[in-house]
């Protein structure tokens, strides 16, 4: 695969952030009176309120409050990883994780694909498959190449760094499944699946997991099967080993699992990988001496060396995933690791190094000063590319000239607009019921603790758009955390009745969107 030296940044169509700057004095921002009787009629307490509002072809500012001051923008950060990641690899970049055979060594190549083993993708894959039928075909190329005999299985997953968990997310949320650990080597998002039935009342459940494999146990000694109440389930990992322990009360049988992350996630995948061999028929050598938890093969796996050469005679299987669903899946489902593992995969390409929080964060301020400016760049914080980090930091206008600018790059548009939800799908599928928008409304909502944030597009039939973000901090839980998101709607009300007033400026003839704009009229 190639792997660019240096970024290389397209040229902006024009200067958003100089244009933006004029058109504050120009236009006496025609939306400024509404947004500002909204915000003061909303019942927000001592919530801190940023909104930008810019139209995107010209830059024009037609809404701002507090746009210029930094906020924590929750998972609204995702939209500048995703755009970073379309800018850095290009759309039409594809992810690949590949089986080689070095010797007598099977070695798997990580190249940082969130999507590799991940249930939801696979079951959209044409022929749909399961996580078993994966791991299937994966042995089952190993056999088709005719080994017979394995001295090691070894996991490269030196294309990002190791360390796996961000030191600014919550410790005591480290085993939910959006907190997964970023490893170069990606499977099944990083979490176990649990699947809990019950047994006679009082008794202990039993449990099925996915993906399954005797290399894991889960502990039902803590849980109870119950007859009346409700299911109350979870699960405890121990902090640094793949132990787990599940708790609570189990009346039916869960449709749905109850999800839990795993941890030294490179060694797990080869370790659930050997096991699957030995169970083909393919012996690894060193099978005998069974590894804590069970799975003799466990034994013969390791993850390579930081200085270790591996050229890998034969690829024997290559599987890939476009990064164009990589970046739908990260912004429609908002997932955590899609983005991390996106900033990590830029810091790599573009300084040839492990990926890691730090450089992948460079990478995106870098963009930032190229598409913005230095103050963009030097008033923005990127701690890490989920927003799951309380200490991210990005102001309202930053995030509208950044929209503004993908927007009007041709190259990314199209893919970065399609990545985003409507109304009625991924995390605004319960928003805007009845306040629906007559244009397309393309969004990212950001929801942490104390935090509630909206960015996006309103755009029109005729493919003019207009950029919005709505961040909202210090909201307190209740009341206020509702009004925020009947403000974030509001908004987005009044920007779709801007665009349908029979005053407002319409793009150019033909229904075609305006020179340089990569936004494209609806079909």
């Known amino acids: 695969m190639h792997m660019p030296k240096n970024l290389r940044l397209i040229p902006a169509a024009f200067s958003l952030c100089a244009l933006a700057a004029c058109s504050m004095f120009a236009s006496g921002q025609p939306l400024q009176a509404d947004v500002d009787r909204l915000i003061h009629g909303a019942k927000l307490g001592k919530s801190r309120i940023g909104v930008s509002v810019i139209d995107v072809k010209t830059g024009e500012v037609l809404a701002a409050r507090n746009s210029e001051q930094d906020f924590c923008p929750a998972s609204n950060m995702k939209l500048l990883t995703t755009g970073a990641a379309l800018w850095t690899l290009k759309p039409d970049f594809v992810f690949k994780t590949e089986l080689r055979l070095d010797g007598d060594r099977l070695v798997v190549v990580g190249s940082g694909d969130p999507a590799f083993g991940d249930p939801e993708i696979l079951q959209n894959a044409s022929p749909r498959m399961t996580v078993s039928d994966m791991l299937d075909a994966l042995t089952g190329s190993v056999s088709k190449a005719g080994v017979k005999k394995l001295s090691e299985v070894i996991v490269d997953d030196r294309i990002f760094d190791r360390d796996f968990v961000h030191p600014s997310w919550p410790k005591d949320q480290l085993d939910r499944w959006y907190c997964a650990e970023v490893s170069g080597l990606i499977f099944h998002a990083n979490v176990l699946d649990v699947y809990p039935r019950p047994g006679s009342d009082g008794q202990r459940p039993t449990v099925s997991i996915d993906p399954e494999t005797s290399i894991v146990e889960v502990d039902v000694s803590k849980a109870r099967s119950v007859s009346s109440g409700s299911n109350s389930v979870w699960l405890k990992r121990d902090a640094n080993e793949n132990r787990f322990q599940l708790m609570g009360d189990v009346r039916f049988a869960v449709t749905q699992p109850v999800r839990v992350t795993l941890t030294q996630n490179p060694t797990f995948f080869g370790q659930l990988l050997a096991d699957r061999l030995e169970r083909s028929g393919v012996v690894v050598s060193g099978a005998a001496a069974p590894a804590p938890g069970g799975g003799g093969a466990a034994q013969t796996v390791r993850i390579a060396d930081p200085g270790e050469s591996l050229s890998g005679d034969r690829t024997i299987a290559v599987i890939t995933t476009p990064l164009s669903d990589v970046v739908r899946r990260c912004n429609v489902e908002s997932h955590n690791l899609y983005a991390e593992a996106m900033i990590k995969r830029i810091g790599h390409d573009v ?81 805007f019921r009845n306040n629906r928008p007559k244009n397309e409304l393309r969004a990212k909502s950001g929801y942490i603790r104390n935090v509630r944030c909206l960015s996006g597009y309103v755009i029109d039939e005729n493919g003019r758009a207009i950029a919005f973000s709505i961040l909202a901090n210090e909201v307190p839980a209740g009341e206020e955390d509702q009004a925020a998101l009947q403000l974030h709607e509001q908004v987005v009300s009044l920007i779709d009745g801007y665009l349908n007033r029979d005053g407002a400026p319409k793009a150019p003839s033909e229904s075609r969107p305006a020179r340089g704009s990569g936004v494209k009229p609806r079909r």
């Open 351 to 431: 300084t040839g190094q492990p990926g890691s929080w730090e450089n992948g964060g460079a990478v995106i301020r870098m963009l930032l000063t190229e598409k913005l400016g230095p103050n963009s760049a030097k008033n923005t914080v990127v701690r890490d590319g989920s927003g799951m980090s309380k200490d991210n930091r990005v102001s309202p206008a930053t995030m509208t000239r950044w929209l503004a600018a993908l927007a009007n790059d041709s190259a990314v548009a199209p893919t970065f607009i399609r990545s985003l939800p409507k109304p009625g799908e991924g995390t605004l599928e319960r928003r």
